[in-house]
């Protein structure tokens, strides 16, 4: 079924919702869902609705100029019209662990995602078998201090080339730089293996050990400029004990990383996911 | 703050939300939560939407019937109208188990539930004075096989007497009547100390133990002619392993029951649970 | 590195402890795990414990013999004795759901679990080339009312020929005759996709679905002649909401399914279960 | 039944388990739990076993001495003996906030927890009709920074003249002193409203929803001289969604912290935490 997913937000005021779903109902829209949220500190409204193409009595090329007019500018709002057809494109990221990777593409394999992959990149060759099995293009582009600006412009040139509509970063060992993020604000999706914000940067399940914490997790996120402190989308948590050595906290950890990593992906792909300022409004 | 909550459920068709958001709107309603589901399966329709009364154009005592002359006859709908003052009123059934009371008392003493609790029963003396700690009244109505149906016309009494809107279960060992609960329709919740619909009936937690279950849990629900049966509200679980006595399990599940029956009674409360048919909505 | 692990149950009495541990400590064995659950309702006493093979003052093939004599015989107790080498050789039963199967195989070639998958038997050619992907041999063997005896007979003699340690069902829609499964005790290990004892049978998310219930799970357990109803060896559990259909739940459980596998597979591997009665202890 | 309690801790080495399980053995002693770990990183070895004292060969003032001559200091071990009777006795500390100290008494009051409080110490008189409730003796000592000094030294002097083991802060808004601290090494249980490491310090559900995140948690940690940094006894979390407002994480979070304060408080009561510097051993 086609649909069309339209994402709001303004300042709050009266009758929002009244003249959306006028506007939807006036066009036979046969609603599928509509989801409103009101954050009070700061007095936005944000709305997610989406409906069936069909029998929209406006065409899909003509729907985000009429609701521009019809709605939108009376009400000073910013809005996004998405359709769920064709398919995004999604670009993944990796380096040398398999699980995220493994988990997103047997999804994608099943048809559990609606999604394209026209291509994987990677700073390592470990993972290109892999890839490869899942008849997706490899770019192998290794990455060190003094090349890291040329490597960026050769993975932006690829995505653009590929049309790449965002990027997971599954478990990809790099940071990337400013100016990379600039092209891809809030389409960039990072796992972090922690529980955000304790044990930002490196090597966290270590740090998680060394703290003796008895729950590990592992946080979803937009990425921004400062390291690890974008938008938070999905977090998951795992029990550990005494007996939990750093190599059993990684391996616990990594089943927690591949669900959080995943069902952010989703929530992206079915535009569920309006961020603002550095937080997110889910409506799953 | 006042403010009125509108419980709607109709057969599923275009234009609803409009026209519930344009009656809002037209009244100078500022909206506070609004949500709504379609259950495709049978073609249904459910909302729940609240506002603040205060600068409603339409008086509190004319609201309903203006709702229905202007908005639900036309989409033949049935809704409830709430108001958040004064408070529901509710009656504790308890016997001889301390835990769910305490934590239902606890959050009462601290403003956390907004409730009158003008009375507690209970077929044993037991609890009689953690409940008149509180200041509340309590009724002692011992109860056997010679004497149940005129206890039960005795408790109706009572509850009527103190105009009770919703009663609460909290470990009462007694099963109701199918005319006591008549009387109350998806208003006596109970909870039942499994995981529904795992282990119905007596000593579920032995049962359990008997299984090898490795996670128990328990079940708030609405309490039908069917026993442990009813429409399910709330539930969780908690983690047992191979060491863990008949008796450990009693005291892991006291956790997980007080918490889910104190989640049921708040959703209850709020107004934010919509039953039909066997099962429910809970817009949290 | 090399080691040893012991897995002894008998009648509860006093210095079980004192005896292995003795044992152990005389022939310089250095301990690396010891646990120990008695079950008081049946006055058994379980117990695990595993030690470095390199530094041990008996030779591999003369612990059991030599055990048996100094100990086990005295105590009246039965045990049995594993190594990590050579690793455990694991079948695999799969149909069409791809997710549980993919699960394993990624953790199989990263090299997390420590076991030889010498073949996947199928009753149909959907996962051919997700098996073969991975080097595997995959066996087609179709199977219906009237073949099913002989389609068994054949996969006995398959696991035979390939000297096939334990199987695990992974969404394997067939049920095994008692006669297959009389063939592994407690070797064979199935996910059943509903939090166990509710829901056995065919379709239990539609069944979850039906009753209203807030959580699914997913069940770990050895096969027995009776239907869903071995003992258990893992269990998780996801919430789910009103708006959630009965294919999200499907979707919503499988991550929890795959997880509940691979524990369970893990803990097998790792000899951590001891199966008795109905029930398992897991040391985990 | 009475019981002895021995927590062993020692640098690794072979033979521990046996000479520990020989001398109960030797001495009739009928083991109930017998637990061990080694922490590899740094070479220490812990334990703890527990057995029955009735048929026990030495009297119950000899078995330190005993233990002591015949295994502790052959192998150079720290260790510490306890019974379970006469019940240890527990100070609780509250400020405002009720949630804690409810559960933690009605946990008292039904005979869950097996301890004595002499008796609880505020510096609001907020709560004092809920602990003489209760018939606990209530001592009201308001704290500022001119007295501080001198209302811990009134403090210690109550808890010395109650005879009091080990001290439970059940939301005590007061930081308390280097000094104090030191009186009470890992005898001192606060319960900190996040996960820590994140968010130590004030206002932490205020701060982890400035940060988004979806999951929060709390923190039952041993008081040390640093801020919210001492050994963490146990964690839990609780899922949080965008529409929660501040005071809903305060509501959410508090059914978390009391569940784990009161985790705390019974692993400790039970002597089931061995804590070596930053951290936990807990055979639960």
Chains 1, 2, 3, 4 share one sequence.
Request: charged content about 25%; proline content about 4%.
């Amino acid at each position: 079924m086609e649909k069309a997913i339209l994402i709001i937000q303004c300042k709050d005021q009266k009758g929002i919702v009244a003249k959306v779903s006028d506007f939807l109902y006036k066009y036979q829209g046969n609603i599928l869902e509509i989801d409103q949220h009101v954050d009070k500190e700061i007095g936005m409204f944000f709305m997610r609705a989406s409906w069936e193409l069909e029998s929209f009595a406006i065409k899909k090329e003509q729907i985000a100029k009429t609701f521009e007019i019809e709605v939108s500018r009376l009400l000073d709002m910013k809005f996004d019209l998405y359709f769920n057809t064709p398919k995004p494109r999604m670009a993944l990221f990796v380096s040398k662990l398999s699980h995220c990777l493994f988990d997103i593409l047997s999804r994608y394999y099943s048809g559990q995602l609606e999604v394209e992959i026209p291509l994987v990149i990677s700073n390592h060759l470990d993972l290109k078998p892999v890839v490869t099995s899942f008849r997706i293009p490899f770019y192998y582009l290794p990455v060190d201090k003094s090349n890291k600006e040329n490597v960026e412009k050769e993975q932006i040139a690829l995505l653009k080339q590929h049309k790449v509509d965002f990027i997971v970063l599954a478990r990809y060992m790099q940071i990337l730089s400013e100016r990379f993020i600039q092209h891809f604000p809030n389409q960039v999706i990072n796992i972090h293996h922690s529980f955000l914000p304790a044990f930002v940067g490196a090597k966290p399940y270590h740090a998680a050990y060394e703290r003796g914490v008895k729950i590990i997790g592992a946080t979803a996120h937009y990425v921004t400029e400062e390291l690890d402190a974008g938008p938070i989308i999905e977090q998951e948590v795992a029990r550990v004990r005494h007996h939990n050595s750093p190599a059993d906290l990684v391996q616990i950890g990594q089943d927690v990383e591949k669900v959080v990593l995943s069902k952010a992906i989703k929530y992206h792909l079915e535009r569920k996911i309006l961020a603002y300022g550095n937080k997110t409004v889910i409506f799953y």
